[in-house]
T-cell receptor, first 115, second 117 residues
Framework: AQSVAQPEDQVNVAEGNPLTVKCTYS??????LFWYVQYPNRGLQFLLK??????LVKGSYGFEAEFNKSQTSFHLKKPSALVSDSALYFC?????????????FGTGTRLLVSP | NAGVTQTPKFRVLKTGQSMTLLCAQD?????MYWYRQDPGMGLRLIHY???????AKGEVPDGYNVSRLKKQNFLLGLESAAPSQTSVYFCASSYTGVGAQGYTEAFFGQGTRLTVV
């Protein structure tokens, strides 16, 4: 069965500092990995994805994520945090098999960027 | 560009009442999904559809029914609402994809906040 773990309920970082939001996954076969962001009272917005190819994936708003197959991780990073990055972040995984494969979400990590 | 639109945005129900949540997408996506979001539990899949006229159960289907009579619409029904169904409901849609080249991310609606009292 597929699963995603986001070990931190909340990450606190000062504006201008680098940020990391952690994600590890478990899936049979190759994974497709995603990060979504949710601002208050809004739906989920897609940030970036790993499907295949380069392990470092760049996405929206200056975010990037590194796929590490040996550690089964897909941590979200940003070199310099902004107060406006404060939101709820979800990691998700699906198996890269044919046909319908369920997209499984982690429990979310709240990022709080202080001025 | 509307994307995925959910109606209503907010609703309060009494225990035992019924209601239908409507999801509409204008991206010609084959797949559509209903999730519920609860604190500390992330998003859990209720039901999904891989095409017009087809539906299937997700992780937490009990107490819900769905229909996909038209490709662009996916309806979620609560026949007899219970307080345990108090949640935020999200609809999403995506393309199909066979292999890496065809798969794209899911697009989400803005959610429906449902309270059952």
């Amino acid at each position: 069965a597929q699963s995603v773990a986001q070990p931190e309920d909340q990450v606190n970082v000062a504006e201008g500092n680098p940020l990391t939001v952690k994600c590890t996954y478990s899936v049979s076969g190759n994974p497709y990995l995603f990060w979504y962001v949710q601002y208050p009272n809004r739906g989920l917005q897609f940030l970036l994805k790993y499907i295949t190819g380069d392990n470092l994936v760049k996405g929206s708003y200056g975010f990037e994520a590194e796929f590490n197959k040996s550690q089964t991780s897909f941590h979200l990073k940003k070199p310099s945090a902004l107060v406006s990055d404060s939101a709820l972040y979800f990691c998700a995984v699906r198996a890269a098999n044919t046909g319908f494969q369920k997209l499984v979400f982690g429990t979310g990590t709240r990022l709080l960027v202080s001025p | 560009n509307a994307g995925v639109t959910q109606t209503p945005k907010f609703r309060v129900l009494k225990t035992g009442q019924s209601m239908t949540l409507l999801c509409a997408q204008d991206m010609n996506h084959e797949y559509m999904y209903w999730y519920r979001q609860d604190p500390g539990m992330g998003l859990r899949l209720i039901h999904y559809s891989v095409g017009e006229g087809t539906t299937a159960k997700g992780e937490v289907p009990d107490g819900y029914n769905v229909s996909r009579l038209k490709k662009q619409n996916f309806l979620l029904g609560l026949e007899s609402a219970a307080p345990s169904q108090t949640s935020v409901y999200f609809c999403a849609s995506s393309y199909t994809g066979v292999g890496a080249q065809g798969y794209t991310e899911a697009f989400f609606g803005q959610g429906t906040r449902l309270t059952v009292v």
